[in-house]
């Protein structure tokens, strides 16, 4: 840890943009790009069976004690008035002005004992207010394993798929437990001990299941055995990455974090390098707070609960009627699409590559979304799905331009005077893209 605060920091930059914009793109897994091929890879999830490794990307959070219910009570925009032992909620926190700080998957394993897995910044902010507010709690994070590279402390895996049910029905001890979406129990795989929870991806039934990492290559080789006569294979980084276009679930706007005064605190007691993640893209706003999300238009408005108080109340009550925007798919132009690869093979200045299947240039990705020349939204994370044949990106866009069928553009390219290294010189093009429903798939979870 350095003795640099993120406050230090945005202090001595001309802006917070300034500070997070061109920092290129971090090391996403511990795995490789690809066990056998991404295309192949993508299909299983969708045809037969997709096993993926989530062990080393996330941050764990584990937060135990008599207060915990109360701690997360009164930051979470979550009701936990009915949060059983061996349930599991998609935990959404909020900045004092509704704006989105981060999403985390919750697990209750005891009646005081938490444990939530995801993305830094909503860990970063629940660790703060247990170590700073009189709570009794005790509190212990894991950064992600990639980045510290220690080993994690558990393995945690998912199987999905058509054949995923079969699969862990001849991968477990004993009778496969009848669980609800979203509801974990303790089995034994191969006499190891783990939590199996019942989950889903890209639209299709699933597992997801986790225990001590010593256990890990015991586990894995167990559930792999079990997948082979269904055709089970392994998820690299590109193929796990660009399930979350079908699945719906945005991943990585800019945490808000970077501004108001009654965050300053966190900023002061916030490292410097837990607080730096890169923009990228097309859309050049000069002010933080334009690539900033709130719960509500990227989906989680059925989830908010306003009977308790919780920290960004007010102005979500005052959204959730009448949002600005609305989380959407974009279906890219074909022709498009094509032509950026075409730029390649003639004179002149070429269009920025698109790296297949999840052409990721940075952490928070923001591309410029315009009607009739007017901006009216932002894309966030785009991939080429083989089991379409289309390139999707899930966006934000005006609701009064939400409707599926509505014809916009995006602009693909880096914003003028981008200094990204991840990035090539290229010219910006103007990709045609259709609006369509999020979740683009239909569910079978």
């Not at 945005?10 to 300034?18: H, N, T």
């Not at 299709?204 to 055995?225: I, K, M, P, S």
């Not at 719906?248 to 009654?262: C, D, H, Q, R």
């Not at 923001?366 to 899930?394: A, C, F, P, T």
Request: aromatic content about 10%; some cysteine.
């Amino acid at each position: 840890m350095s003795d640099r605060t993120l406050e230090d920091a945005l202090q001595a930059a001309e802006s917070p943009v300034d500070l997070l914009r061109d920092l290129g793109l971090g090391q996403f897994t511990k795995l490789p790009d690809e066990f056998t091929h991404w295309i192949e890879e993508q299909r299983a999830w969708q045809e037969s069976c997709a096993f993926a490794d989530q062990s080393y990307h996330m941050t764990d959070l584990r937060i135990q004690g008599t207060e915990a219910i109360e701690l997360y009570t009164d930051y979470a925009v979550n009701d936990f008035e009915t949060f059983d032992v061996g349930q599991a909620k998609q935990l959404v926190v909020a900045n004092p002005d509704g704006y989105l700080i981060g999403d985390a998957i919750l697990f209750r394993e005891g009646e005081a004992n938490f444990l939530s897995v995801g993305a830094a910044a909503a860990h970063h902010w629940l660790l703060y207010q247990a170590e700073t507010g009189e709570y009794d709690v005790d509190a212990e994070m894991q950064g992600r394993p990639v980045a510290t590279g220690r080993d994690p402390e558990n393995f945690r895996y998912q199987v999905q798929g058509p054949d995923a049910v079969d699969v862990m029905r001849a991968a477990i001890d004993g009778p496969l437990p009848d669980l609800g979406f979203f509801r974990f129990e303790e089995v034994t795989i191969d006499g190891n001990e783990a939590f199996l929870l019942r989950h889903g991806m890209a639209g299709e039934a699933g597992f997801e299941f986790w225990g001590d990492y010593a256990n890990a290559d015991a586990v894995r080789e167990t559930v792999l055995d079990a997948g082979e006569e269904h055709g089970i294979r392994r998820l690299g980084s590109k193929s796990y990455q660009s399930a979350n276009v079908v699945l719906g679930w945005l991943p990585l706007p800019v945490p808000a974090i970077y501004s108001g005064e009654e965050m300053r605190g966190f900023r002061e007691w916030l490292d410097l390098r837990q607080g730096l993640i890169s923009i990228g893209g097309s859309y050049d706003a000069a002010d933080i707070e334009d690539y900033y999300v709130t719960p509500i238009e990227v989906g989680y408005g059925h989830i908010v609960d306003f009977d308790h108080d919780f920290v960004g109340k007010a102005a979500l009550e005052a959204e959730i009627d009448d949002p600005d925007r609305e989380k959407v798919t974009l279906v890219w132009n074909d022709g498009d699409v094509v032509d950026v690869f075409h730029s390649l093979f003639r004179n002149g200045e070429t269009q920025k590559f698109m790296d297949l299947p999840v052409p990721r240039s940075s952490a928070c990705h923001y591309d410029e979304v315009r009607k009739d020349g007017e901006i009216v939204g932002v894309s966030k994370w785009m991939s080429y799905i083989n089991n379409h044949r289309e390139m999707l990106s899930l966006a934000l866009v005006d609701t009064e331009h939400s409707d599926p069928g509505t014809e916009v553009t995006l602009t693909w390219g880096e914003a003028d005077g981008s200094e990204n290294r991840a990035v090539e010189r290229h010219e910006t093009a103007e990709i045609r893209a259709t609006v369509a429903p999020a979740p683009y798939k239909q569910d079978r979870r």
